[in-house]
């Protein structure tokens, strides 16, 4: 098992280009989420899903959409990007709901210049 | 107030000490409680869940939990080098609100 793996690992972007971020699970995982966190910070919730075809916003949603076609995949886009979107993004997933156990990826490094 | 509050640290411990890391938290009805383990530059790995009052060990790991004040601690026994990191303390209510502290930094000097 690969777990849980996110492409690209590190980008560097312009103000307003847009990106997708790839996250993608192998462990049947029903839930999915997608966090970012900034320096010294806890992490922060972006949108999750609940399975495929469903998904409902966090946090701190303004600025990004998602989609779940399948239940491997959950993409983060980013459509407009803003310095203020400078930050590492978690995904994670978990089998059931939100009390159990979250296995997150590697992240992705992302600074908007 | 913050939703999860954890002291940012460092807490500095000397090797073979117990560290004590604490968490409150301001959801009464929160059901699930968990600490992560996140090395600079990594993503946070789980170390420990706790459901109930009371305590859970896991090896080197006790989580205590006590939800009438609010609030879950993570004793680390034996500190090693090895546990120099930042635990996240994250609270559970509902079905997907999951809220993470903002962690504390721990240092484990040899």
């Known amino acids: 098992n690969a777990g849980v793996t996110q492409t690209p690992k590190f980008r560097i972007l312009k103000i307003g280009q847009s990106m997708t971020l790839q996250c993608t699970q192998d462990m049947n995982h029903n839930y999915m989420y997608w966090y970012r966190q900034d320096p010294g910070m806890g992490l922060k919730l972006i949108y999750y899903s609940v399975g495929a075809g469903i998904t409902d916003k966090g946090e701190v949603p303004n600025g990004y959409n998602v989609s779940r076609s399948t239940t491997e995949d959950f993409p983060l886009r980013l459509e407009l990007a803003a310095p203020s979107q400078t930050s590492v993004y978690f995904c994670?997933?978990?089998?059931?709901?939100?009390?159990?156990?979250?296995?997150f990826g590697p992240g992705t490094r992302l600074l908007v210049l | 107030q913050k939703e999860v509050e954890q002291n940012s640290g460092p807490l500095s411990v000397p090797e073979g000490a117990i560290a004590s890391l604490n968490c409150t938290y301001s959801d009464r009805v929160s059901q699930s409680f968990f600490w992560y383990r996140q090395y600079s530059g990594k993503s946070p790995e789980l170390i420990m869940s706790?459901?109930?009052?009371g305590d859970k060990e896991d090896g080197r790991f006790t989580a205590q939990l006590n939800k009438a004040s609010q609030y879950v601690s993570l004793l680390i026994r034996d500190s090693q080098p090895s546990d120099s990191a930042t635990y996240l303390c994250?609270?559970?209510?509902?079905?997907?609100?999951?809220?993470f502290g903002t962690g504390t930094r721990l240092k484990v000097l040899a």
């Open positions: 994250a609270v559970v209510s509902g079905t997907y609100k999951y809220i």
């Open positions: 994670a997933s978990s089998f059931g709901q939100a009390q159990e156990t979250q296995y």
């Open positions: 706790i459901y109930s009052n």
